[in-house]
């Protein structure tokens, strides 16, 4: 044994950190279960009253999921810890801001929700892409990077209300986080029922981002993944 090294039948930190991943407890590659997450997010929050408890309850649920979506995709033990850390930041200060009922610091934990979003379909894209393999997986994988972008778009649009002190939309004075998300999705899937409008340049300029995002992804990325997908399952069965 060499100075230094751990003793006989202790396990290094990363030998841990693989063991934990081992294909027979890991969630790595299991985006079913990250895109089951993320629709129980997305649906409580959009369906959720304003009220401090349920935002924290929203923030803690929507934390699990990107953790599992970093986890899913075979994040490093440095993006999983960066990722643990601002998270509980986030879900910290929601739960300090119910106790004393205060609102002042609010945008922080949307502010990190906001760029782990963001940086999470990067990493999922980049797992699926080293995978060299299409599947249903990969397909749900690429569901959930859809999902992701609205609701990047819902935090961007509550953050920008927060900082900035101009109303996002024409028909309400006060919108709720429930309101922004619905409004992102929306906007993502060109719905537009029109109860709610973008009011202001910058606005509108981010609605229609998302709207174009979505639509083009739609359009390649999932239409290419379920043809190919399509494909394979013809030439299984002639």
Request: hydrophobic share 50%.
């Amino acid at each position: 044994m060499k100075p230094g090294d751990p003793p006989e039948g202790a396990l290094s930190e990363s030998s841990i950190w693989m063991k934990i991943r081992h294909p027979h407890i890991t969630l790595v590659g299991n985006y079913g279960l990250v895109l089951v997450f993320i629709v129980l997010s997305i649906s409580i929050i959009a369906g959720s009253a304003n009220h401090f408890w349920v935002i924290a309850l929203s923030v803690l649920l929507t934390s699990i999921t990107l953790l599992l979506a970093l986890w899913a995709s075979g994040s490093g033990q440095r993006t999983m810890y960066f990722g643990l850390g601002a998270l509980t930041i986030s879900v910290a200060t929601v739960f300090v801001q119910a106790i004393i009922r205060g609102e002042q610091y609010l945008w922080l934990p949307e502010t990190i929700d906001m760029l782990l979003i963001m940086i999470t379909p990067i990493v999922i894209a980049r797992h699926l892409f080293l995978r060299h393999i299409i599947n249903m997986q990969t397909l749900l994988g690429a569901l959930c990077i859809y999902l992701l972008i609205g609701l990047f778009f819902g935090c961007l649009y509550t953050v920008f209300d927060f900082l900035i002190p101009v109303s996002v939309f024409t028909t309400i004075v006060k919108p709720t986080i429930s309101d922004y998300l619905y409004f992102s999705f929306v906007t993502l899937t060109t719905l537009g029922y029109g109860d709610l409008a973008p009011e202001g340049g910058f606005a509108r300029s981010l609605v229609v981002i998302e709207a174009l995002s979505g639509q083009l992804y739609l359009v390649t990325v999932i239409a290419l993944l379920i043809s190919y997908i399509s494909g394979k399952q013809s030439d299984k069965h002639p």
